[in-house]
């Protein structure tokens, strides 16, 4: 029989079986999504388009009549490994009398999902979420495939493959599952394949149980529902699930014209889903997210949380935390707290500006990271055996990803220049102050033949520049005469309650020796009016780098250094 009159003996299967089925729909097989529904005319009516009755649904009671079991089989959370299981068997097992066959028959055998892709195309997907996701999937698929074999007693086909899957726990699942033969009808229904080949059927069709009972005792147990898996997605479709009379039926809230497509809904599902589950993404989807982990160790996660950062609902392992960024909130609040709180001092008690703008600069760096990754990727600038449409949903979904993280850093960048210039009174640039000191500016020419700003960065010596100043404001009053320019006060008083509070150990004092000798005596003999008045010691030097590390803040964007007042973000 072909695709078509497979579609028909369905349509008929479940007519003669009671359901309804509007006359205005016409069922199509088309190249690019498979069945499409279509209205043969103008169809406005919150009327069911179509009911099938319960006695026509894969449910798990089918599944557990089916192997004669009277307690359900719930493996890794999954209620529906028996209806999966039962599915594979249809399709593939040797029962040409059972009863759902004309339905069974017009299942696809072939799949868009990833797992069914070549190893070639998922090397595209390497690095991304979506890869790894495929592997965790693989391997729970394979826990409960085990697990349900073992319940119901049956021979796997492959032994040596299952006993495989059983001793070893790290195995390339992936790779493993890649060079196994591809579905075809002759798949052995008791096959790891043909497992996937169901579960994914399950995921790409399946509807909840909850439509039909409200009571039931796991919220992600499902079952097929025939002629109503035959539509297709669309965001934000209106529709409606029903259960009455012993029928499940599906209501379209749409108005839809003449030749308009019958769209179901999936509901709210980001493209990383979409695609993982069904195959396809959706250009312009707002439903889209994406996730940044942070692998990090697990004592400074409990630090975290019990500094009061609200990250308890984003750990996803012991060592990592992982926040959700959409288009809507490219920057959650308890990312940019994650970032503030990891750049925080020891010696400072609580998140401080200086603290948020270096996690800000911390969080562009690993931000711009992903952006080029997934423009590089993709570019697919390789020959790929795949369809034209494949290589449009992989474009599509690497270029929804790069379209999330690039919002996420077009914000950061805003955010950042908003932080900067709310809390201007609170923040003094290196680069102003190096205008404004006109005689420490002279004395860096005569030094270090530093003419202006800019050559800090070409010498490598912003550092150095930072330090003596430092220790010059420290000697600020040694000086015969008022500084032209009036250091802010927190730093001076930041070097005095350093200058209290450190122990300074035989290791600190060798580690800046040969940074004090390059410096010391030369620059004070060589300009005595700024360099030797007050205490130039390298004693201050170690302080004042304490000071720069509590105070100083060096933008990334521009390698330009501020000192910031510790005040409390
Ligand atoms: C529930 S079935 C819908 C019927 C399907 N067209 C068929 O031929 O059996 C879900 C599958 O249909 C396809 N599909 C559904 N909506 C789609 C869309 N908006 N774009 C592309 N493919 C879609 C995907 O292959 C998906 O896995």
Not at 220 to 241: E, G, M, R, S
Not at 420 to 442: G, H, L, Q, V
Request: hydrophobic content about 40%; aromatic content about 10%; glycine content about 2%.
């Amino acid at each position: 029989m072909s695709a078509n009159s497979d579609l028909e003996a369905c349509i008929d299967w479940c007519r003669t079986n009671g359901s309804y089925v509007d006359d205005r729909i016409v069922f199509k097989l088309t190249e690019k999504v498979g069945i499409t529904a279509v209205a043969s005319e103008a169809i406005s009516t919150k009327k069911p388009l179509i009911s099938i009755p319960k006695k026509l649904l894969i449910t798990n009671e089918v599944a557990m009549k089916h192997f004669d079991i009277t307690e359900p089989v719930v493996s890794r959370g999954n209620p529906n490994v028996l209806g999966q299981l039962l599915t594979a068997k249809l399709k593939f097992g040797s029962d040409e009398e059972c009863f759902h066959r004309p339905y069974i028959r017009i299942l696809p055998l072939k799949l868009d999902q990833p797992y069914f892709w070549s190893a070639d195309q998922l090397e595209i997907l390497k690095g991304t979420d979506l890869h790894l996701m495929l592997r965790q999937n693989l391997a729970k698929m394979a826990s409960e495939w085990i697990d349900v074999l073992e319940f119901l007693k049956l021979k796997p086909n492959d032994m040596q493959f299952y006993n495989k899957l059983k001793s070893s726990q790290d195995i390339d699942i992936l790779s493993l599952f890649l060079s196994m033969n591809e579905i075809s009808i002759g798949t052995s229904w008791l096959s790891f394949p043909a497992y996937v080949w169901a579960t994914s059927i399950f995921n790409s069709r399946a509807f909840p149980e909850i439509i039909m009972n409200s009571q039931t005792s796991n919220i992600n147990q499902a079952f097929l529902y025939p002629i109503v898996d035959l539509l297709n997605h669309k965001n934000d479709t209106k529709v409606k699930w029903v259960f009455e009379n012993d029928e499940v039926s599906f209501i379209s809230l749409e108005s839809l014209k003449k030749s308009e497509e019958i769209f179901n809904s999936y509901g709210d599902k980001s493209n990383e889903e979409l695609l993982l589950n069904y195959g396809f993404v959706q250009e312009n989807n707002a439903n889209d997210f994406t996730r940044l982990s942070l692998k990090l160790e697990k004592q400074m996660l409990d630090n975290a949380s019990s500094f009061g950062i609200d990250i308890k609902d984003h750990i996803v392992a012991d060592d990592c935390v992982q926040f959700k960024l959409t288009n809507e909130q490219p920057l959650p609040d308890s990312l940019l707290e994650m970032f503030n709180f990891l750049c925080k001092l020891k010696s400072e008690s609580q998140l401080t500006l200086r603290g948020a703008l270096e996690g800000q600069d911390e969080l562009h760096e690993i931000l711009i990271q992903k952006v080029d990754f997934f423009k590089k990727r993709s570019k697919i600038n390789r020959p790929l055996a795949a369809s034209t449409d494949l290589i449009a949903t992989i474009k599509q979904y690497l270029n929804s990803d790069r379209r999330i993280y690039n919002n996420s850093l077009e914000a950061l960048q805003k955010l950042q220049k908003q932080t900067m210039r709310k809390n201007a009174i609170s923040m003094t640039s290196f680069k102003t102050i190096f205008k404004n000191d006109k005689e420490f500016a002279n004395s860096l020419l005569i030094a270090f033949g530093i003419a202006n700003f800019e050559d800090f960065a070409k010498q490598g010596c912003m550092r150095e520049a930072l330090l003596l100043w430092i220790v010059r404001v420290a000697n600020k009053d040694s000086y015969p005469r008022k500084l032209s320019y009036a250091p802010p006060r927190y730093i001076y008083d930041c070097f005095q309650e350093v200058n209290r509070s450190i122990v300074i150990q035989k290791e600190d004092v060798m580690e800046f020796m040969s940074f004090y000798k390059k410096l010391f005596p030369n620059l004070s003999k060589k300009i005595p009016e700024t360099f030797d008045v007050g205490n130039w010691g390298i004693r201050q030097f170690i302080v004042a780098d304490n000071v720069m590390d509590r105070l100083v803040w060096t933008r990334k964007q521009t390698q330009e250094p501020y000192f910031i007042l510790q005040n409390k973000i």
